[in-house]
């Protein structure tokens, strides 16, 4: 079972190769300012659940680039051109809003907000002052949280 997961696996980081070097990088990159611009990367919210009460306990923050109507781009064909480009940075600060401004939303709509989870790319380790942007886009949203 264990060679069947990691077989999968180098599967999937082969086809991730294969994507990115098939012409689509030029054209992925061409379109990414402008698909920020214009919101076309959308927020879903994967929720998480206690498995005793089967409520709802949080969500983690999951980006997908939906590019035009009824269209989805897979994030195994963006998310890794991007983190080697660096443009996973401005997506990642774009997501940091979206979600703050949702739970504010949520707040203002009178509901209890849950916990968010947010991925963070490993690009943020060499940003010296990561933590004080991230708190800022906070309390923008949240200054009373």
Do not use: C
Not at 36 to 55: A, S
Not at 131 to 140: A, D, F, N
Request: proline share 6%.
């Amino acid at each position: 079972m264990i060679r069947k997961i990691e077989k999968i696996k180098k599967e999937e980081f082969f086809m991730i190769k294969i994507t990115l070097k098939d012409g689509s990088v030029k054209e992925i990159e061409n379109k990414m300012y402008r698909a920020l611009k214009n919101h076309e990367f959308v927020i879903y919210y994967q929720p998480k659940t206690d498995l005793k009460t089967e409520g709802v306990i949080g969500a983690e923050a999951l980006v997908r680039w939906q590019d035009k109507p009824g269209h989805l781009v897979p994030p195994m064909d963006f998310i890794p051109l991007f983190e080697r480009n660096g443009f996973i940075i401005d997506l990642d600060y774009y997501i940091f809003e979206e979600v703050f401004k949702f739970i504010r939303k949520t707040i203002d709509e009178g509901r209890r907000p849950i916990p968010v989870s947010l991925n963070v790319s490993r690009a943020h380790i060499y940003e010296p002052d990561f933590v004080e942007k991230l708190m800022k886009i906070k309390e923008k949203f949240l200054s009373i949280y």
